[in-house]
């Protein structure tokens, strides 16, 4: 909110799959021009399950401030749709988890059938490892 554009980076090891896992995100912040390193995560999106055939990360957004990051995955042998949100907090100089929703659905009718919002944790984006405790 600064009015410098930051950026938000995804970067992949060469020896990982076809799908969206082992990945490392970095928000890189600019100041009089220059970028560099800011926050990053690698904890997010390490291979839930070996096997687990669902592609990880889909796609982040950012509005005003915030991002928001949807993936896919398994828990507890389901699959599961992730919506975490985050929010610079001046606090922490980092981003905390604002928002985070998990959809567990079919996949052979590909319909949700269960919707949880997790817990507010106080998760900062530099340390969250993809918890989420039930409401």
């Given at each position: 909110?600064?009015?410098?554009?930051?950026?938000i980076?995804?970067?992949?090891?060469?020896?990982?799959?076809?799908?969206?896992?082992?990945?490392?995100?970095?928000?890189?912040?600019?100041?009089?021009?220059?970028?560099?390193?800011?926050?990053?995560?690698?904890?997010?999106?390490?291979d839930p399950?070996?096997?687990?055939m669902m592609?990880?990360?889909?796609?982040?957004?950012?509005?005003s401030?915030k991002f928001?990051?949807?993936?896919?995955?398994?828990?507890?042998?389901?699959?599961?749709?992730r919506?975490?949100?985050f929010s610079?907090?001046?606090?922490?100089?980092?981003?905390?988890?604002?928002?985070?929703?998990i959809?567990f659905?079919?996949?052979?009718s590909?319909?949700m059938?269960?919707?949880?919002?997790?817990?507010?944790?106080?998760y900062?984006?530099?340390?969250?490892?993809?918890?989420?405790?039930?409401?």
């Amino acid at each position: 909110m600064d009015g410098d554009s930051d950026v938000i980076s995804v970067a992949k090891p060469k020896e990982q799959d076809d799908r969206n896992f082992d990945l490392e995100i970095s928000v890189y912040r600019t100041v009089n021009g220059k970028s560099h390193l800011w926050q990053q995560n690698t904890l997010m999106f390490k291979d839930p399950i070996n096997g687990c055939m669902m592609d990880g990360l889909e796609d982040i957004s950012t509005s005003s401030g915030k991002f928001t990051i949807e993936y896919m995955s398994c828990y507890d042998n389901k699959y599961g749709k992730r919506f975490v949100s985050f929010s610079y907090d001046i606090q922490s100089d980092d981003f905390k988890v604002i928002k985070n929703i998990i959809s567990f659905f079919n996949s052979e009718s590909n319909e949700m059938n269960q919707t949880f919002n997790c817990k507010d944790n106080g998760y900062l984006f530099s340390s969250y490892n993809d918890d989420c405790e039930w409401l």
